[in-house]
Structures are given as structure tokens and as C-alpha cells.
């Protein structure tokens, strides 16, 4: 705090919780509810202050959130000490309208909203808490919230319940693995002020998968999930270029402007994954260069794209080259049997793949679901399937081989 003013905050309730609030990088947290994440993130916000005064965010999911209501509640209760100790009127530095405080000295605290993502871009700040991440989108972090902290190397601290195998679950994954970055697991048993018996209660009353994941904090993957074995498949090499004697094939998966075009090679005899290309936002022009160059390196026997509104002008110039395209058209009806054959792939084990992170992330996370009575693929909500949808079709044209293609 500014000189001569101290201002006592609650002391942390465990190691754990004070490893969270003084760890000088980026922290990521899956906590039990009623654990103190909240608690612990708001002293955080108070402790790095008086280290590197600034700007601070403090994102939730909107103002409808209980969570981002009591986050705002108690860092203006404690902005409210300081600046009275300071001598300073509250009213005058405390913007209830547009949720900031200002704190001379320390800096400013930012409330925002991850309702509408693209109001995130701009300012430079020194930290960011991300309340309740897991139910955000993927690219509040990836695309915003990230670029905000490169102008004085800040942290961020990432806060919420599991809510299944989705990017949230990878990120945390990851933060045990990352230099600077501390992973964070707690139950809410491990709350040394919750009354155990009426946890037990709980226990009792809620179906085993909902307990795990929002008191034990648990990644459940769920009756929903697809793909079984892809951690213990993901054993296959990458090669720069084919093997003589050996047939490849790809699967193709065109992008929109805000998804990844994905390109997976396989060998055809050995039924696995040997090289993989991903990335997003080039023209057709670019991308029918990659995909050209790329088929007569491997020596594809199949190029199978899949023909949607997106994939059907680069079929179209394809054609016009010496290459073995096949269009995938991909519907209701099709797509059921295209993730199956890929399903049934991993669960006899008859197919290798890269170890690979965003592709096993996505194969992890992808779901299915039935809506009038038929079953329905595809990511959860924040996340991408392109790395699915490529690995699927590429699977799919191994029994293609041969087929008649377009010239």
C-alpha cells in the first residue's frame, strides 16, 4: 500500500491459496466451489499492486454472474479503506458506472465482461484475473486478453470449476508444464472453514459426475464423449517427406476466416498419421499453393477435401492442377459415419497418430449429443474441430485409394 497505510486483508486460508496470490506468473485454477478462489484472486489483485502499481482487469462472464458481482463487491470494499485512510473521498475514485477504480499509488482496477470479446483489445496491463474462464470462449484469452499483457510481460490468473474436456481443461493440462506458470487443483474439502457434513449432503444428493467436477473440481468427460485411447495411439513419428515404397494420402479441412485449415497426411499401409499442417486466415490463392506443393512432395494417391461452401472454389482450382482431389461433402448424413469409422478407429486401436497437442486436445474434447433422435459431432462451445475433421477425413481416404478422382 501507498506509505504509511496498511490496510489488513484476510490472511490466506492454506499454503496453497497463498501460493496463488503471491506467485509471480501466470496462474491457472481449478477449484471446488466455496474453495476461496474469489478470496484469494481479489488479495492478489491487492498484493501485486504494491509491487508493480498500473492497470489491472479483472474479467468475468458478464454482470449477471454472482461471481463477478462479489469480485466487485469486495475489491471496492477494500479500495473503499485504502482511500479513506488516504484521506481520499471513495466516491471520487470508485466508478460504479463503468466499474473502475482508481487508487493513487497502486493504479486502476478494471471490471470487464467476456460477453462481447472484441472490447477486451487495446490497453497494456500488468495482470488480468479470468474469472470463471472455463465458461468462456477460447478466444477471450487467445485473441485479447493474451496480447494485452505483452507491453510489461504481465501475468494472468485464470479461475473457475471444470466444465468438461474443453480449452480451459487443456490449459490447465499445460500450466503444470510451463516455465512461470503455477497449476492450482483444490477441493472444496480442502477449505478449512466448509462444514464437511454438509458437503456430505451434497454428496448425497447430486449424481456422481456433477459432484466431481463442481466440488472436487474434476474434468468429467461425460456420457458425451467420442474417442477413447488417443493418448495411447498418439505414438506415431513425424517425417519431413515420404518413404520410398510407401502410398499417403490427406484430409483437408478449409477454414473460414476464423477457424484453422488443417491438412493430415497418412501412410496408407500402416494405417498412421506421419505429418500435419495447420494454420488460418491465407487467401486461395496461398492455400492452393500449400496444397499443391504439398501433394506432389508426399506423392498423395488422395487429397480428399472436404467440399463445403468454403472447400468448393479451391476443389474447383485444384482441378486444374495434376492433382488427385476428392471432394467430402460434408452433411447430416455423412458425417455421423465419418467421425464413427474414426471412433472405431481408436477403439481398436488401429490407428496412430502425432502427439500432437491442440490435435489431442481436440479429439479429447469432441462430443456428441442427439437432437431429433439422431446424434449430433462436434466441439464444445470455445472450442475448434479442425484437427478432428482433418484426422477423420484422411482416415476416411485410406479406403478411397484408387477411387476415381478429379483431374
Not at 467476456?114 to 483489445?121: T, V
Request: net charge negative; proline share 6%.
Amino acid at each position: 500500500m501507498p506509505k504509511n497505510i496498511n490496510i489488513q486483508l484476510k490472511p490466506p486460508h492454506s499454503d496453497l491459496q497463498e501460493a496463488m496470490i503471491v506467485h509471480p506468473g501466470t496462474v491457472v485454477s481449478f477449484c471446488g466451489r466455496r474453495w476461496g478462489k474469489t478470496d484469494g484472486y481479489v488479495e492478489r489483485l491487492y498484493f501485486w499492486m504494491q509491487q508493480e502499481p498500473g492497470l489491472y482487469w479483472w474479467v468475468g462472464l458478464s454482470w449477471r454472474s454472482a461471481s463477478m458481482k462479489r469480485a466487485w463487491r469486495e475489491v471496492s470494499k477494500i479500495a473503499r479503506a485504502v482511500l479513506r485512510a488516504m484521506g481520499l473521498n471513495p466516491k471520487n475514485h470508485i466508478n460504479r458506472s463503468e466499474h473502475e477504480i482508481s487508487i493513487p499509488g497502486l493504479g486502476e482496477i478494471w471490471f470487464r465482461t467476456a460477453e462481447n470479446p472484441d472490447s477486451l483489445a487495446g490497453e497494456g496491463i500488468r495482470g488480468v484475473i479470468l474469472d470463471e474462464f472455463s465458461l468462456m470462449q477460447e478466444r477471450v484469452w487467445t485473441e485479447f486478453v493474451q496480447g494485452t499483457l505483452l507491453d510489461y510481460g504481465g501475468w494472468a490468473a485464470f479461475s473457475g470449476v471444470p466444465k468438461g474436456p474443453n480449452w480451459a481443461a487443456s490449459l490447465w493440462r499445460s500450466a503444470a508444464e510451463k516455465p512461470g506458470w503455477l497449476q492450482v487443483h483444490a477441493t472444496s474439502y480442502d477449505n478449512p472453514f466448509i462444514n464437511h457434513a454438509a458437503l456430505e449432503s451434497i454428496r448425497r444428493d447430486l449424481v456422481e459426475w456433477m459432484f466431481n467436477q463442481e466440488y472436487l473440481a474434476k474434468i468429467v468427460s461425460g456420457e458425451g464423449a467420442v474417442f477413447r485411447n488417443v493418448i495411447e495411439q498418439a505414438t506415431a513419428v513425424w517425417q519431413s517427406g515420404p518413404t520410398p515404397g510407401r502410398s499417403y494420402v490427406a484430409g483437408v479441412d478449409v477454414a473460414d476466416a476464423n477457424d484453422w485449415t488443417v491438412v493430415t497426411v497418412m501412410d496408407v499401409e500402416d494405417k498412421k498419421e506421419v505429418y500435419k499442417d495447420r494454420y488460418r486466415r491465407v487467401g486461395y490463392p496461398v492455400l492452393e499453393d500449400r496444397l499443391h506443393a504439398l501433394t506432389k512432395h508426399w506423392e498423395l494417391e488422395v487429397l480428399l477435401v472436404e467440399a463445403n461452401s468454403i472447400g468448393k472454389p479451391v476443389i474447383d482450382h485444384l482441378q486444374e492442377f495434376d492433382i488427385p482431389v476428392v471432394p467430402f461433402y460434408t452433411t447430416s448424413s455423412t458425417k455421423a459415419p465419418l467421425i464413427q469409422s474414426l471412433q472405431s478407429a481408436f477403439e481398436h486401436r488401429e490407428i496412430r497418430i502425432l502427439p500432437d497437442e491442440t490435435t489431442i486436445n481436440e479429439l479429447v474434447a469432441f462430443q456428441t449429443k442427439r437432437r431429433a433422435g439422431s446424434p449430433w459431432y462436434g466441439a464444445p462451445p470455445g472450442m475448434h474441430d479442425d484437427t478432428v475433421m482433418s484426422l477423420a477425413l484422411a482416415w476416411h481416404a485410406l479406403d478411397e485409394t484408387g477411387m476415381e478422382v478429379l483431374f
